[in-house]
């Protein structure tokens, strides 16, 4: 009889803290704050940040389960040169949930109606981190006539799910490459509400623990951005569609990358491997074997064009732009200069 009520007192008070949890989050998610605004796009809100004046207009796409806010102070030191936008992908920050499947396809042509919404036409210099690569690389193919140079973070390739089919199952699973894992985790805590109590920790894990530089507010954002369970099931979906084969085939059915300046910055091999260590708990020939696939993966990105370039980020981890963000700013920054140069009279 007491084990009974034990456990009817711990049911109420996780249902109690799940709907406390909701209650906060969404009082958030209805106060979108400056700078950044709202916008309907085939009838759902988008936030967005747009700073800055002058063309080419360089668009951020953030990774996984990554709202803009990360990539704010970037987006005010390019802001000193040129239109820079950032904005929440559908289920992100304060943008809405979509059912829509999260294909790349679909992010592409979500990315272009809220430029269209916005009057945001061309040139476009696209920045893609992670996930986010594979979506700017998708929208170049849809809209070449609008691409004047993109800058590659650690892209997602579309061949992405060699990794499990390649690697020892047990690498593939401690290497931290399978995101479906974490993402799931945290879907079981932020809907029974305990994950909001586990802020002590997870605030020292990755990518918190690279937002050294990032002031106090924003970090606050992010934190609530974790709190809401629309982000979970978003990048999920994201993340699964991502895996399936077929994906080389969809982006070549879209086109072509258009003969523009490309960068592709690539983290520090020995500075991954030692992460894939530390976090995994692998040895150190098996973290060497996940980072020979990464690499060769990516470097596939350099066939998109005649004028790419890989660049290694020295000292940083898969979060270039938090850990090498002046690195980010310089080639961005290159890319612009290469352009102007190209259209001067």
């Given amino acids: 009889m007491i084990v009974l009520q034990i456990a009817l007192v711990l049911v109420a008070l996780l249902l109690l803290l799940r709907a406390l949890n909701l209650i906060l989050a969404l009082r958030w998610y209805n106060s979108p704050r400056p700078p950044g605004a709202v916008v309907s796009v085939q009838g759902k809100r988008f936030y967005y940040r747009l700073a800055g004046t002058g063309d080419p207009t360089v668009i951020i796409e953030p990774a996984l389960a990554t709202p803009s806010v990360e990539w704010w102070s970037i987006q005010e030191e390019l802001s000193k040169t040129t239109r820079v936008l950032t904005y929440d992908r559908a289920g992100y920050g304060w943008s809405d949930f979509t059912p829509r499947a999260r294909t790349s396809g679909t992010i592409a042509l979500e990315l272009s109606a809220l430029l269209a919404s916005l009057g945001i036409e061309g040139p476009l210099i696209l920045v893609g981190h992670s996930q986010g690569g594979l979506y700017v690389n998708h929208f170049a193919r849809l809209f070449p006539e609008k691409v004047a140079g993109a800058v590659f973070l650690d ?25 479906s894992r974490g993402l799931k985790m945290y879907n079981v805590l932020c809907m029974t509400g305990i994950l909001r109590l586990l802020k002590p920790l997870i605030i020292k894990a990755p990518p918190f623990r690279y937002y050294n530089n990032v002031p106090s507010e924003r970090i606050k954002i992010l934190w609530q951005n974790l709190l809401f369970p629309k982000l979970y099931k978003t990048a999920l979906s994201e993340y699964r569609i991502a895996q399936k ?101």
């Avoid at 992405?160 to 490459?177: C, Q, T, W």
């Avoid at 692998?282 to 990516?298: F, G, H, Y």
């Avoid at 596939?300 to 981890?317: N, Q, V």
């Fill in 155 to 179: 892209p997602l390739s579309p061949r992405d799910n060699r990794f499990k089919k390649e690697l020892a199952p047990l690498i593939y699973k401690n290497s931290g490459v399978d995101k």
């Fill in 245 to 345: 084969d077929g994906q080389v085939e969809l982006l070549t059915a879209a086109g072509q990358l258009p003969p523009v300046p490309v960068r592709i910055l690539y983290h520090s091999p020995k500075v991954m491997v030692d992460e894939i260590m530390e976090y995994g708990g692998i040895k150190r020939d098996e973290a060497e074997k996940v980072e020979a696939l990464w690499e060769e993966l990516v470097r596939e990105y350099l066939t998109l064009s005649p004028k790419s370039e890989w660049i290694t980020a020295e000292g940083s981890g898969h979060f270039i732009h938090l850990q090498s963000p002046d690195l980010v700013v310089r080639t961005v920054l290159d890319v612009i200069g290469e352009l102007r140069q190209m259209t001067a009279p």
